[in-house]
């Protein structure tokens, strides 16, 4: 769900002087959006009436007492029906959908599709198999495989506002049929005798893996948006493949240290990457495959300083290829503009943490200090203070992330039966270089809260009641690369949150279980670009066999 908005300074012809040609209105509400600048909301859009289907299938079958096979087969359908609706009102009473109005001295244009529906029916499959052996010591092994595939999937955008669009219309659809993944990884596993996982011993995981990403994106122009389509508007093709090898060693070098080593190679290509847009101007893009490689080392070493303390420092390379999503897919409507790069580079963190964990009696305590070096990270931002909003996917060169964090937990305090535990962490991260925009060096990085808070609590008092509750708080962060999202406490922003949770669950049969709880109990607003749900009530009836 959104807002129809108009934004002083950053939409065309907003609140500027009002002139004759501006048709009265009423029902405009003003705020200040995420930047601080004055905001008229006039609807509410991307109203979504939903309902999904799903099927599964799963059979397993034990070829012996240390081996198993297993498949599944599972189909999910989607229909969905997207509405508007306009708070403008004529002098009449009646409904304004498009067109330029005024409000008292200020005017802005609400553009013809602001209010256009949409509706998608789409169609999953999901196939998977998995081979592995059982062996409670030694060696074992496994094989699984999954393939997933959108089978149909028509999305259809009108051009014109709900009124209009409901007799039909022009307008476009947009296909994925063929979009989907495959994979499979083998893997083989070293486990020591239990027990006696003693000086110089080894515990071995040995795999190879493989991915591969095919998008398949087509939008085609329709007469009327209800029904057939006719000419090609855009479409966009392409395929990712990632192929890894990985090793890892858990080795006991004394009874009191554990080093564990790491390495995993990969194989990125992508291929046959291709858009098409219809125009003005008509522009087809062919690109080039590439061929990527890519090493990610890790080293721990674990010391059990005391029977009660461990601790832990940890090395390691993570490597992320761009998907096919961020390489090739764009998408061009009447209310939206998203554009990728098919030369994205991999982001590549350097990360580091040193830990101490200590559990005594019915507590137990860890403190970890952490940070993160990324290299090109890879960004998808959305600018949706303009009309179309318009999405980009780029690299910025190095953002660090660092902080600290603690946990505890503890049971059975004072009453037999009450846990409790919570967190703390602390972060700072921001952007340390980006040749392409120099000014956002310095600036937080998107959507990671300086601070966070959790608490919770849990009462067993016996075995047929449960009761739980759950407290936690964030701080505000940006949403916006530059950090210019000054005001967080509205719609578009990222806010602070504050939210308790309450839970309870009684088996009152031995297959039988009700649950009930209330979300965000004391009803505190808070916004992640969206707004967040507010107090929410929810109950669960369970049996079980």
Not at 98 to 103: A, E, H, T
Not at 433 to 451: D, E, S
Request: hydrophobic content about 35%; charged content about 20%.
């Amino acid at each position: 769900m959104g807002y129809a908005n108009a934004v002083r300074g950053a939409t065309s012809g907003a609140f500027v002087t009002a002139t004759a040609a501006a048709k009265s209105v009423t029902g405009i509400v003003y705020d200040r959006d995420p930047q601080n600048r004055e905001r008229a909301l006039f609807g509410a859009t991307g109203m979504d009436h939903n309902r999904q289907d799903t099927v599964n299938l799963r059979v397993g079958y034990e070829l012996s007492a240390t081996q198993e096979i297993e498949a599944r087969v599972a189909w999910w359908h989607d229909d969905s029906t997207v509405t508007n609706t306009t708070w403008l009102r004529d002098a009449a009473g009646n409904p304004v959908w498009s067109g330029l109005v005024k409000d008292g001295a200020r005017q802005f244009s609400v553009p013809s599709n602001a209010f256009a529906p949409s509706t998608r029916d789409e169609a999953h499959r999901q196939l998977g198999a998995t081979w592995k052996t059982r062996h409670a010591k030694g060696w074992n092994a496994s094989v699984v495989a999954t393939d997933y595939v959108i089978q149909s999937d028509a999305a259809r955008q009108a051009n014109l506002a709900q009124p209009l669009a409901d007799l039909g219309g022009a307008g476009t659809v947009t296909r994925r049929d063929g979009t989907g993944w495959n994979t499979c990884e083998v893997q083989s596993t070293y486990t020591p005798t239990e027990g006696d996982f003693g000086n110089g011993q080894h515990a071995l995981v040995l795999g190879l893996h493989r991915n591969q990403y095919t998008l398949q994106n087509v939008i085609n122009n329709a007469p009327d948006w209800r029904g057939a389509e006719t000419t090609l508007n855009q479409n966009y093709y392409g395929k990712t493949t990632i192929t890894a090898l990985y090793a890892q060693d858990a080795w006991k070098l004394h009874p009191d240290w554990m080093l564990t080593t790491g390495l995993r190679f990969e194989n990125f290509e992508s291929a046959d990457g291709s858009q098409y847009f219809a125009g003005p101007p008509v522009a087809q893009k062919a690109f080039a495959g590439r061929s990527l490689t890519a090493t990610s080392p890790k080293l721990s070493l674990a010391w059990s300083a005391m029977d009660d303390v461990t601790l832990r420092t940890s090395l390691g390379r993570g490597v992320r290829f761009p998907n096919v999503d961020e390489l090739f897919n764009g998408t061009q409507t009447g209310t939206s503009i998203t554009t990728s790069d098919p030369n994205l580079r991999p982001e590549v963190s350097d990360s580091a943490e040193i830990s101490v964990e200590r559990e005594w009696g019915r507590h137990w305590l860890r403190a970890s200090l952490f940070r993160d070096d990324v290299t090109d990270t890879i960004l998808r931002q959305t600018d949706s203070t303009v009309f179309p909003s318009v999405t980009r996917v780029s690299n910025v060169d190095k953002v660090l992330t660092q902080g600290l964090e603690m946990v505890w937990s503890t049971r059975d305090v004072g009453v037999k039966g009450l846990d409790l535990g919570g967190s703390f962490t602390w972060t700072d991260a921001s952007v340390v270089a980006n040749a392409a925009n120099p000014a956002q060096v310095g600036k937080k990085w998107l959507r990671i809260p300086t601070q966070r808070y959790t608490v919770q609590a849990s009462y067993r008092p016996n075995a047929q009641w449960l009761f739980g509750a759950a407290y936690r708080w964030a701080s505000s962060s940006y949403n916006t690369e530059m950090n210019v999202d000054t005001n967080p406490d509205t719609y578009g922003g990222t806010s602070s949150v504050s939210q308790l949770d309450l839970k309870a669950s009684w088996k009152f049969a031995r297959q039988w279980e009700w649950g009930f709880g209330i979300n965000n109990v004391a009803n505190r607003p808070s916004w992640q670009a969206h707004t967040m749900p507010q107090r929410s009530v929810q109950t669960e009836l369970r049996w079980s066999l």
